[in-house]
């Protein structure tokens, strides 16, 4: 019996002073817990002026609703007053599942617990981690009072969309103090606490609801609230509306900022430390899009052409992938681009007829046909079925190569023709990245939106600069007389095509615009600046529905200046017509649109005479295979005008 107590006493002993050892070694260099306590990101535009709201409004203990504490504890710590910094029963329960299921992913966490990991450790889940949390809790619990370490955690606890504290939270998700709330807002506050991005009020209202409907059901199990106040409760949880406007455009700016931070080597840990991130915003500018664009389905992009620097950004998506759309027709001037600069001239005739393709049948927008058009008016007009000729014209394998390699253009890519009518996916900021590059003169650049960072004591630990990702090669025309050119024509696009509705008078633009199933774009700017507007919706149209967007933002801007340095070709053109051409073309509905008197006989005539001999037997053969007598009209009429 002696033996069996004086082991049992050694054993005491070495488990005491193991503990003893591991608290010591855990907690000895620990700083003030006041010290980690988590600030705002603050961010400036360029001009050094506040942008965003602080991100963690600090709010009093003595200034916090009885109420609401009432239920944070019920829901999160209910013996808070009682244990050490942590429940024992509920870490042993937690860790004989972890054990039994390998995962390490229970909880059990006290709120001092919970204060632990917020300030000192990482969201790794293990057997050391947890044995870490428990000694800081201790440790905090030995050297704050419980309101000190309740105050902290309620002013540092993860709110979501960048936010810390429920004071913050409640003027993001309600527009009003903590001290305002209703029960059912409060509680939506604390079921935010288990998982705030995926009980995100603003991306998911209804799983928020529920999950605070789980906060409510604890209060009447125990007792907290009465039946009759419980039914009043769930009702108001049911209807309950958000506050998300003004914020919705801080989480967007918040998050494009913390992606690039974090892609320059600074962590979201690192940053929330007191650093102040300077922009490239222009404040007047994106004041007048925050004023413009109120809703959640259009998009603003601005950027400077020779740098990169974005001037403006709203509404382009929380994530880079939710950014993206299909583009239409905004896809046009990067092949026209190439076009150019392989040589063609505006003057050049692309054939403007029926196609079939397969089982594709490109239209143009008005359903007419032209017989052939120039190129410059192809793309002044916006017409579908010259730009797929050309596109084929210039080996659709060689476009996408130089619009991904070259252009550095950031998409999904379809393997099919139906890409050049823009059914390529890719975000608002890479459409002006790769605009930008035709209006600069063939320089890719990466937008950024960071002008500098400081550490806490004012140093600049990092300043934004420009970054080229790729230079346009010269072809058989340099790439700043190709921007020239094409610039040239997109001027023409504002001034009498498709992006006329974005005209200002006394100012230079340059532009194009884009429509596909599900939104529209206008894209435009001159030597200084460039602008994207995407609007998401049915039945939309770029001319009609985004130009205007783009033209009251723009026309507004003092520093928008309207200059183009831009060129006027009248070189003479020559027939952009090859094999591919011949074989696309729908026989079947030219003779379809002869005969109903659409498309005289005349122009196929016009048509023949731009074709070389073996282009010309080829046409007529297969026109004959399905009208001889009308390919036999159009060939007596050839050899008359001296074919």
């Known amino acids: 019996m002696k033996k069996f107590l004086l082991s049992l006493l050694i054993a005491s002993l070495l488990t005491f002073f193991s503990l ?40 009093d203990l003595s200034d916090i609703p009885e109420k609401f504490v009432g239920i944070l504890l019920t829901s999160e710590d209910e013996e808070f007053y009682k244990h050490p910094g942590f429940d024992l029963m509920g870490f042993l329960r937690a860790l004989i599942i972890d054990i039994k299921t ?20 990482s969201m790794d889940k293990s057997i050391v981690r947890k044995l870490k949390e428990i000694f800081i809790s201790f440790w905090l619990e030995r050297t704050r009072t419980k309101d000190e370490i309740l105050e902290m955690y309620i002013n540092s606890v993860y709110m979501g969309n960048g936010i810390y504290g429920f004071q913050t939270a409640s003027k993001l998700y ?34 928020s609801r529920k999950r605070a409907k789980i906060v ?37 700016l918040f998050w494009r900022v913390v992606r690039e931070a974090q892609d ?24 007048k899009v925050y004023n413009t664009v109120e809703d959640d389905k259009t998009a603003f992009v601005g950027v400077k052409v020779k740098t990169g620097e974005i001037v403006a950004y709203r509404g382009v998506g929380l994530q880079y992938g939710t950014g993206w759309r299909q583009i239409g027709s905004a896809i046009k001037p990067l092949y026209y681009y ?42 002044v007009d916006s017409r579908n079925i010259p730009s797929v000729l050309l596109y084929s014209y210039l080996q ?22 139906t890409a050049s009518l823009g059914t390529v996916e890719t975000a608002p900021e890479e459409v002006v990245k790769v605009y930008s590059a035709i209006f600069n003169g063939g320089v890719v650049l990466e937008p950024y939106i960071i002008d500098k960072i400081e550490d806490r004591n004012g140093k600049i630990i990092y300043r934004g600069y420009p970054k080229v990702l790729s230079v346009v090669p010269s072809f058989v025309r340099s790439p700043q007389e190709a921007s ?154 050839f050899l008359m005008e001296g074919g």
């Open 20 to 59: 003893w050892g591991l608290y010591f070694f855990f907690t000895k260099d620990l700083p003030p817990p006041e010290e980690k306590l988590v600030p705002t990101i603050r961010l400036f535009y360029s001009d050094g002026t506040p942008l965003l709201v602080s991100r963690n409004i600090w709010i």
């Open 102 to 121: 390998l995962s390490f992913s229970q909880g059990g966490s006290t709120i001092t617990q919970q204060l632990a990991r917020t300030l000192y450790l």
């Open 174 to 207: 309600f527009g009003k103090d903590l001290s305002d709330l209703s029960v059912p807002e409060m509680c939506v506050l604390v079921a935010l606490i288990k998982s705030p991005e995926n009980f995100n009020p603003l991306k998911d209202p209804e799983t």
């Open 216 to 252: 409510l059901d604890r209060l009447l199990t125990e007792k907290r609230i009465s039946t009759q106040e419980y039914e009043n409760y769930s009702a108001e949880l049911s209807k309950l509306e958000f506050h998300t406007q003004q914020m919705n455009v801080d989480e967007e």
């Open 264 to 287: 320059l080597g600074f962590s979201l840990n690192e940053l929330r430390y007191g650093y102040r991130v300077y922009l490239t915003l222009d404040k007047e500018l994106q004041k």
């Open 338 to 379: 190439y076009a150019v600069l392989k040589g063609r001239n505006p003057s050049d005739l692309l054939l403007d007829l029926p196609l079939k393709i397969g089982e594709w049948e490109p239209e143009n927008f008005d359903k007419t046909f032209k017989g052939t058009v120039s190129l410059k008016e192809a793309l």
């Open 396 to 417: 659709p394998e060689s476009v996408r190569s130089f619009i991904t390699e070259v252009l550095k253009l950031r998409a999904r890519y379809p393997d099919d023709l």
């Open 484 to 637: 020239e050119i094409l610039k040239g024509i997109l001027k023409e696009v504002v001034e009498r095509g498709t992006g006329v509705r974005a005209k200002i008078p006394g100012k230079e633009i340059a532009g194009k615009t884009g429509t596909a199933e599900k939104n529209a774009w206008f894209i435009g700017g001159d030597d200084e600046y460039i602008f994207a507007v995407v609007k998401d919706g049915e039945n939309l149209l770029g001319g009609r529905d985004c130009a205007p967007v783009w033209k009251e933002i723009v026309s507004s801007w003092e520093k928008f200046e309207g200059d183009l340095r831009y060129k006027r070709l009248d070189k003479p053109g020559i027939s952009l017509i090859d094999d591919r051409t011949i074989e696309y073309l729908d026989y079947a509905r030219l003779v379809e649109l002869v005969n109903g008197s659409k498309l005289p006989v005349s122009v196929l005539v016009k048509i023949l005479q731009l074709m070389d001999y073996n282009h010309q037997i080829e046409f007529l053969s297969k026109l004959n295979s399905v009208d001889p007598i009308l390919s036999l009209e159009i060939w007596k009429k």
